[in-house]
T-cell receptor, first 117, second 117 residues
Framework: AQKVTQAQTEISVVEKEDVTLDCVYE???????LFWYKQPPSGELVFLIR??????QNEISGRYSWNFQKSTSSFNFTITASQVVDSAVYFC??????????????FGDGTTLTVKP | GAVVSQHPSWVICKSGTSVKIECRSL??????MFWYRQFPKQSLMLMAT?????????EQGVEKDKFLINHASLTLSTLTVTSAHPEDSSFYIC?????????????FGQGTRLTVV
């Protein structure tokens, strides 16, 4: 069974601080996808990044960066110089790729990030 | 990227009535669609997996007679909440998958907020 753990329930930072959201996952599959989504108060899921299990390269997109370490089954997300607009709930998710479960996602419990001015 | 449209975005209904939510893949054919439910301040939990032309597979604890899923075409799946009650009030999100095989991923709709009064 798949499992995603986001140990941080809530994080509060002051604007311009850097913040890292942790994500640890469990799976027996050798091929899978990892995702991060942002969910603002309006509720829709905003896609941030997808990472294939074979691609361990870290990625940077503007103020966002992701650190994927297969050895520790972690996929952490860092926001540099945080802004008030970054306040939201962030979900880490793992998606299966095999057979009829392809596309089936397991979500972490989410981390509520509050960025104060 | 692929687009999944969910309709309606929000709905309010009276207790005892039924509500239908549509999930459409706009620019691709989705062999498999997934339905998730998110209660306030909680994570997304998979309710059921829907494969085109066959019966949906429900997760443990989800009443199949209450949450009717129809996946009659490769671009449309519907979730009908029958005899809705206030405890069914939730955020419902669908995702659509390109199907089986390696490197398949799913794309999420924008969600439907259901309020039962």
């Amino acid at each position: 069974a798949q499992k995603v753990t986001q140990a941080q329930t809530e994080i509060s930072v002051v604007e311009k601080e850097d913040v890292t959201l942790d994500c640890v996952y469990e799976t027996r599959d050798t091929t899978y996808y990892l995702f991060w989504y942002k969910q603002p108060p309006s509720g829709e899921l905003v896609f941030l990044i997808r990472r294939n299990s074979f691609d361990e390269q870290n990625e940077i997109s503007g103020r966002y960066s992701w650190n994927f370490q297969k050895s520790t089954s972690s996929f952490n997300f860092t926001i540099t110089a945080s802004q008030v607009v970054d306040s939201a709930v962030y979900f880490c998710a793992l998606s299966e790729t095999y057979n009829t479960n392809a596309g089936k996602s397991t979500f972490g419990d989410g981390t509520t990030l509050t960025v104060k001015p | 990227g692929a687009v999944v449209s969910q309709h309606p975005s929000w709905v309010i209904c009276k207790s005892g009535t039924s509500v239908k939510i549509e999930c459409r893949s706009l620019d691709f054919q989705a062999t498999t669609m997934f339905w998730y439910r998110q209660f306030p301040k909680q994570s997304l939990m998979l309710m059921a997996t829907s494969n085109e032309g066959s019966k949906a597979t429900y997760e443990q604890g989800v009443e199949k007679d209450k949450f009717l899923i129809n996946h009659a075409s490769l671009t449309l799946s519907t979730l009908t909440v029958t005899s809705a009650h206030p405890e069914d009030s939730s955020f419902y999100i669908c995702s659509a998958s390109l199907g089986t095989g390696m490197n398949t991923e799913a794309f999420f709709g924008q969600g439907t907020r259901l309020t039962v009064v």
